[in-house]
């Protein structure tokens, strides 16, 4: 157990070493300009990014004063989607309700960021060409570079692969990680934390 125990936290450690870091402050740049021109960030992902994506709208909301939204976090209206519209439109549907548009963006939280020949994550491929259609900036944090987030994204971070049978736990735990970095980035955190 102690080696697999040490084997993980070593791809951690990799996983730190491997990151694009001036990719993170392009996107800090990127979202400072969605705040700067009124837009609205809407978070989107499946599963553990799921949470994720409820976590950030919190801390973009509070600490950096950017109106922010995922359909996550209304389990009532997305389940209520998925039953009478299907998985695939769920999303899509709720942004089209949204009034989702060029000033907005989309940030797409996901180990894999969705694969249509694979039909993966087809709700998020839906979503990514609405915003696509309607001239929207996409944001991501991903595992994986052949996905269609990062293949279609503006501003998309890659979690380096260190080891493919950690790629899940690795990927979403970095998402925290960087959302965490970019919450108080300098040029976006504009109220402090409790702490």
Known sequence: MKN???NYFEKIKLTIERINYKKINKLANSVLKIRKSK????FLGVGGSASNCSHAVNDFRKLCDIECYT???N??????????DGW???LSNWL???KLNKNDALFILSVGGGNKKAKVSINLIKAIDLAIKRKVKIFGIV???NGYAYIKGDDVILIPTTDKKFITPLSESFQ????HCLVTHPILQSKSTKW
């Open 39 to 42: 837009g609205r960030i809407f």
């Open 88 to 90: 695939n439109s769920s």
């Open 75 to 84: 389990v009532s209206e997305l389940s209520a989607r998925i039953n009478d």
């Open 96 to 98: 089209e309700v949204s």
């Open 4 to 6: 697999y125990i040490d």
């Open 143 to 145: 595992g994986k570079n």
């Open 71 to 73: 359909p996550m976090d």
């Open 176 to 179: 925290s990680i960087i959302l």
